[in-house]
């Protein structure tokens, strides 16, 4: 049996009538830049994320960059968040000439570890940047109350959780803005690269629109120094159909994260993700810790099984960084789950027999 890490080519078949036709309409169209189409997705993420505005952008770290060029925050700023995340996250920070500055992960969530939020605030401090990695809400009443305890803004990198919800009410939704990759692996993904952000903040959300189309508010007019980092009209097509079934993938996600859970809870080896009550998942990512990992992962692939690491090298030990002054035994649990962590196969279409396949070939290699 194959079981692929992803199956992108299994959603397309499910969908593929009505995304075909969404498509041709933008070809016969072919208005490809700030089509209709985009302010529609637009207006629909933004409601589904139980914000008021959405602004389409080119990608995950755009949605950041321009979240963050909109906070007006830059050179000599500092923004926090977690040690384990995607290097997009910092990436962003750092493209707008800020600092990240990061603290370590929680043991039990993976997300940012809040009981040393404050040591890592300084008068330059202007944002905390909470990730809901692999889908898993970050616990965000801690933070938001850091966050407002010393007058810092949240901005929240969802670009793992679309869907998820923290204490009933969905992840970004939470902060003054937040950010959503619809790269094509997402929970919520594109044909290509794109992004979306979601705020309650009209004039922020205005600045960033303006900003992600050459700062021009009219055409050949421009107010600020911008960008081209638009939502392409074709993804905006693809996203309005995927968008109507995001609520029953993420649900199988969740199927499918319950069965690992409960087949792999007699192997003493594996470390299967917790869920705190405050927390409804969407499972982007599937993610254990085990011993002899690259053993593991060999015995798998021998047996058709696709694994990934997420991620293998924490953000501040990554040649990126060098210069930035972090070394070794900064964050010691991001460093050692760095060495442990294996994502298994998860997908929305992923089927009960592959799921078995994945678990009893896990417990043939701890035999
Ligand atoms: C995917 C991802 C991003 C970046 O998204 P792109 O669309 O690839 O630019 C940012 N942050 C996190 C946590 C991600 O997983």
Redesign the pocket.
């Known amino acids: 049996m194959q079981v692929p890490f992803l199956d992108l080519p299994a959603q397309f078949n499910s969908i593929r009538d009505e995304v075909t036709l969404e498509i041709m309409g933008v070809l016969e169209k072919s208005n490809f830049i700030l089509g209709e189409p985009v302010a529609k997705f637009e207006k629909a993420f933004a409601a589904y994320s139980e914000c008021s505005h959405g602004v389409g952008v080119a990608?995950?770290?755009?949605a950041?960059k321009l979240i963050l060029r909109g906070l007006e925050i830059g050179p000599g700023d500092e923004v926090i968040t977690a040690a384990n995340?995607?290097i997009?996250?910092t990436l962003a920070i750092s493209a707008v000439g800020a600092t990240p500055v990061l603290v370590d992960c929680d043991p039990v969530t993976y997300n940012i570890a809040v009981n040393q939020l404050e040591a890592a605030i300084t008068p330059r401090t202007r944002a905390i940047m909470p990730?809901h990695?692999y889908g898993q809400p970050a616990d965000m009443d801690p933070l938001l109350d850091v966050a407002r305890r010393h007058h810092l803004h949240i901005v929240e990198?969802a670009?793992?959780a679309h869907g998820a919800k923290y204490r009933g009410r969905r992840v970004g939704s939470f902060g003054i803005a937040s950010?959503f990759?619809?790269?094509p692996g997402?929970n919520l993904g594109a044909y290509g690269?794109?992004?979306v952000i979601a705020t309650n903040d009209a004039a922020l959300a205005e600045t960033i629109a303006v900003l992600r189309n050459y700062g021009s508010r009219v055409k050949y007019y421009h107010s600020m120094l911008g960008e081209n980092s638009r939502l392409d009209t074709i993804h905006a097509a693809v996203l309005n159909v995927k968008l109507r079934h995001l609520d029953g993938w993420n649900a199988a996600r969740r199927r499918a994260a319950a069965l690992y859970t409960k087949l792999l809870s007699p192997v003493p080896q594996v470390a299967t993700p917790a869920t705190p009550d405050f927390a409804e998942p969407v499972y982007h990512l599937y993610v254990v810790r085990v011993p002899q990992r690259e053993k593991l992962m060999e015995h798998l692939r021998a047996r058709g099984i696709g694994t990934i690491i997420h991620y293998p090298v924490p953000l501040h030990l990554q040649e990126a960084y060098a210069g930035a002054g972090w070394k070794r035994g900064d964050f010691p649990i991001s460093e050692r789950y760095a060495d442990e962590i294996l994502s298994l196969p998860m997908f929305p279409e992923i089927k009960e027999e592959q799921i078995q396949w994945v678990v009893g070939s896990i417990r043939e290699f701890f035999a």
Not at 59 to 62: A, D, Q
């Open positions: 990608s995950g770290l755009e950041i995340t995607f997009a996250t990730v990695l990198d670009s793992q950010a990759s619809l790269y997402k690269d794109a992004g």
